[in-house]
DNA sequence: TTGTATGCGTTATCAC
DNA sequence: GTGATAACGCATACAA
């Protein structure tokens, strides 16, 4: 494996030269450009990053940290991502959490290892002052979920008003018995989809019944475990908002075990649209967000962090959308 | 951002004690020891890994290169493998390549570049010399997918008897017209898996209808356009094998457009377990990969090529299990 | 336009 | 047990 000197001695130039060429930074005269070129060729020679990195006091890495990987919601909000970083000469790397403050802290304190340049968080439990510590030194851009009492650039969707525009779809459907499953988590949007749902029962004239509201996690396990249970009730549901199409999913699997027919007997909305949703028997119903731009939006802000181009911290809102399948209209 | 040059300075030693307390080398007096210890806390010190990985010629980084991870294939095989990359110290970058053999290269080529120690190939379409070229001078382990004119390492199951498994339990159900649709694409996997679903039907003392095989890529839209056409057919088949969870669940959804009720009508076997198939409705009938253990099997032996404990190639084959749920028995 | 020389932050070899 | 110091491979300020 070649490295600049041995290309500098085969071409007979200085090193110096060699890296001009390489960067083309200052103007190098055709006769030598060519000899260089050539010996790179002949040698084989690729540049070591790692050299070229410590010289610069770069990485030209990111750190994307999100739970997981296996949730299909992320995986075109990463896509998004990556094709930004990659346009730009950036690699990411996708840092699976689990959701473990342990993992996510070892992540994300690789920026104190000069390991990447900045960081995309997708979900965090970090503490406020931490996040603001590591804030003011290195870019990091919180995409989705967002620690409220920062200042971070954040992107995401209204949750709150996607929420009310889902349940609003069942109540004018006639539904007056709606449940809810949510998830036990520090997510904003958790508690904003929530608030959503008091909302539009409310503008319904629907009063709530707490014991229609059920905790699990995202999962399809958690959506049909509780939704077992909520219509186990002696007054059950006519319809049901998850906050997850996961959990969607599996609220309709409960209510098709129990012979009830969808939508007939049995509404159900998600959150997240993602692609199983279409794929579904029934389709289901669901908020769809900008995932692709989602992922864009926030790579650019990081990028502009880490280049100096633009140190604001922002907070960037983008449109959503409900999407109505075979879940809550034949 | 303090240096170990800060860290020796106010410690009163020398860098290289500072660096010797780092890897705890060679053995420091306590005294001096706690002296760079509470050094390195006052100055809040992280090492710069980028040069230590300049100094030790290596970056304790794998590349995983995958067509996506939209495919929930594969987001076990990547739990395994960044399990025992973290283990290990290794962190793993996650390349999507999305089978685009240019994405493939600038991925692979990174290697080149120095930017990381090895790679696990998940999919590939390189040609044979490249691979081999690059493969003896970096550990590259294939897991799943391999070329098979190549020497390297290989982590894969046996797809041929696993399709014969699947079609057979077809056959012992009594179907005598089975379809199958498959991908056009260099998989050996592909290939292997059309292989058994012959050996099955003649085994079965079933004509092979050369019209009931179907090719396009791995994905649903796909799985729900081939089904349609097969069900089209003036003798439809009573049955259908899938290369993949995604393309018999299209197909099931093109089944249920057509009214057909399932297994009754119409019964499916698809390939992969991927989470997704559980949670349909019908719940799918598939062959299971030990997802998890491959993604370890093959991390593990990629990073003894790297730390030169193994450097024989090995084949390994795993095995797969059949999954029965309702698409094919009620 | 090109070459020389220095430094990026480490680790490791050699002295002491 | 500890300290100088030379590398690692590259980019760049300064000279020529």
């Not at 005269?29 to 000899?35: A, I, L, M, Q, W």
């Not at 390991?115 to 970090?126: E, N, P, Q, R, W």
Request: one cysteine or more; proline letters at 4%; charged letters at 20%.
């Amino acid at each position: 494996m070649a490295n600049i000197q041995d290309v500098a001695a085969l071409a007979g130039v200085s090193v110096a030269t060699v890296s001009r060429v390489l960067n083309n930074s200052t103007s190098v005269v055709p006769g030598t450009r060519d000899r260089v070129l050539s010996a790179i060729r002949e040698l084989n020679y690729n540049p070591n990053l790692t050299a070229r990195n410590l010289r610069r006091a770069q990485t030209k890495m990111v750190l994307v940290l999100l739970p997981t990987v296996a949730n299909p919601f992320y995986s075109r909000i990463v896509k998004g991502m990556e094709d930004i970083a990659h346009k730009n000469g950036y690699n990411v790397m996708l840092c699976n959490t689990n959701s473990d403050p342990a993992r996510e802290k070892v992540y994300l304190e690789l920026l104190k290892n000069r390991l990447a340049d900045g960081a995309v968080l997708m979900s965090s439990d970090f503490e406020t002052e931490y996040l603001m510590e590591l804030g003011s030194i290195w870019p990091i851009v919180q995409c989705c979920e967002y620690n409220e009492n920062t200042t971070l650039s954040r992107i995401s969707i209204n949750n709150e008003q996607a929420a009310y525009k889902a349940v609003e779809h069942l109540t004018k459907l006639g539904h007056k018995r709606i449940g809810m499953i949510s998830a036990k988590n520090n997510f904003i949007s958790t508690a904003l989809r929530e608030k959503g749902y008091k909302r539009a029962l409310s503008d319904a004239g629907i009063a709530l019944d707490p014991g229609f509201i059920m905790y699990g996690d995202y999962g399809y396990k958690s959506g049909l475990r509780l939704t077992t249970q909520l219509l186990s009730l002696e007054n059950p549901p006519s319809a049901l908002f998850a906050i997850s199409d996961m959990m969607a999913i599996g609220g309709i699997k409960a209510a098709i075990q129990k012979g009830f027919s969808i939508p007939d007997d049995f509404a159900a909305v998600g959150f997240d649209n993602i692609s199983f949703s279409s794929m579904y028997s029934p389709a289901l119903t669901t908020i769809s967000q900008p995932k692709y731009d989602m992922g864009c939006v926030a790579m650019e802000l990081l990028l502009k962090g880490i280049s100096g181009e633009e140190t604001m911290q922002k907070t960037i809102v983008l449109e959503h959308e409900l999407i109505i399948r075979e879940s809550t209209v034949n």
